[in-house]
């Protein structure tokens, strides 16, 4: 699957040879305090962890796993927006409902480059087929990502505890819609 470039963006799917960007992403306390409490990863973490639960989702014909932003003019890395199965690490994944998460250096807030992006990420998801809805978490004084959630038209659906054999359990809101 292929993610036509937007006003600003330009995209590609990431792979383990792009472990020193999503190390370089991981290095502000601000980006991953709404992840991990702040934590900042460590290259063995992305390599030894991080890279192996990426290739584990990655499929690009369908266009799941973590799309690379890049600015369209500079060729800049902002982040990445994640697709997958909502659920994948479990032993329920929902292979109709796809996961978008996003994650941006924090230069780049402010500016509607992760709307911009998850909206185009979307779009050729759609177009792509095979998707039913679409969902996304956010712990919930995340306000940035959740109102990137609502401009991607989801509407809450529910609070919960989140598990997760990495990140641990999180308390979070979850937010859903149509693939229209």
């Known amino acids: 699957m292929e993610v036509a470039n937007s006003e600003r963006l330009r995209y590609r799917l990431l792979t383990e040879e792009d472990a020193q960007l999503l190390f370089e992403l991981d290095q502000d306390v601000e980006v991953m305090r709404y992840i991990n409490g702040g934590h900042m990863t460590t290259m063995t973490e992305i390599n030894e962890k991080f890279i192996p639960r990426l290739n584990a989702y990655l499929n690009s014909e369908k266009g799941w796993g973590l799309w690379g932003v890049f600015t369209e003019t500079e060729n800049r890395y902002l982040g990445w927006v994640l697709v997958r199965p909502m659920n994948y690490f ?59 959630m609502t401009k991607l038209g989801m509407e809450f659906v529910k609070q919960y505890v989140h598990q997760d054999n990495q990140l641990g359990d999180m308390d979070v809101v979850y937010y859903q819609c149509d693939a229209i």
């Open 90 to 148: 479990s032993n329920s994944p929902e292979y109709k409902n796809l996961e978008l998460g996003w994650r941006f250096k924090r230069e780049s807030w402010g500016r509607g480059y992760a709307t911009e992006a998850a909206k185009q990420i979307k779009k050729a998801l759609i177009e792509n087929g095979g998707v039913e809805t679409f969902s996304a978490i956010a712990v919930l004084d995340n306000v940035g990502s959740i109102n990137i």
